[in-house]
Antibody, heavy 119, light 112 residues
Framework: QLLESGGGLVQPGGSLRLSCAAS????????MNWVRQAPGKGLEWVSSISSRGGGTYYADSVKGRFTISRDDSKNTLYLHLNSLRGEDTAIYYCTKEREVVTIGVPDYWGQGTLVTVSS | DIVMTQTPLSLSVTPGQPASISCKSS???????????LYWYLQKSGQSPQLLIS???NRFSGVPDRFSGSGSRTDFTLKISRVEAEDVGIYYCMQSMQLPSTFGQGTKVEIK
């Protein structure tokens, strides 16, 4: 199970921290991903973090503004969103990686948390 | 980035009839180890996406066998042999040959 939290309304230029509490699998063994979906739009991969935090990867659209991290002791994934823009408005999904050896391939998805950037 | 292009963008199907969605990638998704990194997801209305097919043709756990995937390198197809009411939603193909993973625009499947 993946349970996101932390979304909400934030002004342009503001910050948020999204959290994703994971359960039911060996969290530390899998890479994890964030995928977002703007209202009425398609899916966009945002960021991935390898198992045990060995590597982090970002879409160009968020590089330098978002930071992905994980706390394996708490089975929790994070996404720190800074310098937010209107185009960051979206549902943010936490996703589990399909296999221990892959990255960027979600199998299970959380229910999502809505981030709205507006003044 | 690898561009994924789906056709058609919408599909209206009579229950019990087949349906087919095409997905084309701008680069080959065949890795040197023989794996092809093409996946299919279904997003039902108001729900999170769910994985249907991995590596072109492998159905994910619990996915009915009326769903099948085929294709190679840059051209792929998702087929539903007999569409049921529960199959409505938006279908996305996705590549993970290289990051960023990229999705097709989505194909909306409706029931006539």
């Amino acid at each position: 199970q993946l349970l996101e939290s932390g979304g909400g309304l934030v002004q342009p230029g503001g910050s948020l921290r999204l959290s994703c509490a994971a359960s039911g699998f060996s969290f530390s063994s899998y890479a994890m991903n964030w995928v977002r979906q703007a209202p009425g739009k398609g899916l966009e991969w945002v960021s991935s973090i390898s198992s045990r935090g060995g590597g982090t990867y970002y879409a160009d659209s968020v590089k330098g503004r978002f930071t992905i991290s994980r706390d394996d002791s708490k089975n929790t994934l994070y996404l720190h969103l800074n310098s937010l823009r209107g185009e960051d408005t979206a549902i943010y999904y936490c996703t589990k990686e399909r296999e221990v050896v892959t990255i960027g391939v979600p199998d299970y998805w959380g229910q999502g948390t809505l981030v709205t950037v507006s003044s | 980035d690898i561009v994924m292009t789906q056709t058609p963008l919408s599909l209206s199907v009579t229950p019990g009839q087949p349906a087919s969605i095409s997905c084309k990638s701008s680069e080959s998704l065949l890795q040197s180890n023989g794996k092809t990194h093409l996946y299919w997801y279904l997003q039902k209305s108001g729900q999170s996406p769910q994985l249907l097919i991995s590596e072109v043709s492998n159905r994910f756990s619990g996915v009915p066998d009326r769903f099948s995937g085929s294709g190679s390198r840059t051209d792929f197809t998702l087929k539903i042999s007999r569409v049921e009411a529960e199959d409505v939603g938006i279908y996305y193909c996705m590549q993970s040959m290289q990051l960023p993973s990229t999705f097709g625009q989505g194909t909306k499947v409706e029931i006539k």
